[in-house]
């Protein structure tokens, strides 16, 4: 059974960083492509990074030169280093991860909140 296990949200203050994880386990299949997502208050789920097999990454235009997604292919982990976050960046941030053959999978979200 697949399993994702997110860590890294909290409470920070404007300006300051933060660093989400996301291991993914129990699948046979080879990863192609792991993001995060996020959904804020009274929004739709949007995408915030993609970070495909190869190592190209793609960001959402409001997050561009803030975060910065990486992954460990050895652990099957995919990271997102916030800096310089806003408010508008508190959400509920989603792992996701896509598998051959069409399979992805989703995290249960970790909470992001930036307030003073």
């Known amino acids: 059974q697949v399993q994702l296990v997110e860590s890294g949200g909290g409470l920070v203050q404007p300006g300051g960083s933060l660093t989400l994880s996301c291991a993914a386990s129990?699948?046979?299949?080879?990863?192609?492509?792991m993001g995060w997502y996020r959904q804020a208050p009274g929004k739709e789920r949007e995408l915030a990074a993609v970070?495909?097999?190869?190592?190209?990454?793609m960001y959402t235009d409001s997050v561009k030169g803030r975060f910065t997604i990486s992954r460990d292919n050895a652990k099957n982990t995919v990271y997102l280093q916030m800096n310089s976050l806003k408010p508008e960046d508190t959400a509920v941030y989603y792992c996701?991860?896509?598998?051959?053959?069409?399979?992805?999978?989703w995290g249960k979200g970790t909470l992001v909140t930036v307030s003073s």
């Open positions: 996701k991860v896509d598998y051959d053959y069409g399979l992805n999978y």
């Open positions: 129990g699948s046979i299949f080879s990863i192609n492509a």
């Open positions: 970070i495909i097999r190869s190592g190209s990454t």
